[in-house]
């Protein structure tokens, strides 16, 4: 009898694991990614937005950060996705406007904490809302859960703003990407299609520890030498607006 109880049990469990809904299988933006804050999906004990964004795996970045600043002539920079501001309160950033933005409420709310008269925190989904026009938009470990209808559109999205640099997450020894649904990650190489980047400008190796992720790199462009031609016709109102290729 307590073995045929404990078989239940077990089969009853299962059941629920198998029922329960991923965060990639949500319908919205916003509702994917609130529920992998709510439920800590990345399993991090030092920072909400996952391993890759303790203060050990983003050292290097800290480190070349306020250089990539400074050779750019960086005065303002969108750091969309911000996430919890983690390590980056502790990049020594020196420029007049630092704005962080996220997709997920509970995010931005918590980061008011860290608002001064030169940085702000605002709510924006990098796919779709109006975005400010900036020296730098640096998009770190952000376009690598997108779908590719996504990331198309976020990058419409920075080309529309106006904006002059890019720097973003890349994994430069892939030879090939793959398509996913928003919510999931996959490492993205932007030199391949569907994307096709230009070489960067710079390339700051992030010194990833884990194994088979040691390329993931940050690469820096200028947004209007990107060769985005369809999306460069978007950002003017000429191409059709970027469809969803896979559901959500
Ligand atoms: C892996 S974290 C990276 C955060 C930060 N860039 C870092 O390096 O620590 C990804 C973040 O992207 C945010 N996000 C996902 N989709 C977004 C969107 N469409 N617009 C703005 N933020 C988004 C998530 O809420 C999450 O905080």
Known sequence: MIA??????????????????????????????TAVHRENTWRSAESVSGRGSTRSETEAIRRELPGLIEQIGARSILDVPCGDFHWMQDAALDVDTYIGADVVDAIVESNARFADHRRRF????????P???VDLV??????????????TAALANIVRSGSKYLA??????????????????RPLNVQQPPLS???PIRLIDER???KGYT????????????GLDCLQSVATGGCPPVSASVPH
């Open 197 to 199: 980047f230009p070489a």
């Open 208 to 210: 990833c520890p884990m």
């Open 131 to 133: 975005l400010p026009r």
């Open 122 to 129: 605002v709510k924006l989904d990098l796919t779709r809302d």
């Open 4 to 33: 045929v109880k404990r078989c239940a049990r077990s089969i009853s469990r299962l059941w629920q694991r198998r029922r329960r809904v991923r965060p990639w299988q949500l319908e919205s933006m916003e509702a994917k990614f």
């Open 138 to 151: 640096f998009c770190r470990d952000c376009l690598v859960h997108f779908s590719y209808a996504d990331l």
């Open 168 to 185: 973003t997450t890349t994994f430069p020894d892939r030879p090939e990407n793959r398509d996913i649904l928003t919510g999931q990650w």
């Open 215 to 226: 390329d993931k790199s940050l690469g820096l462009w200028r947004i209007e030498e990107l």
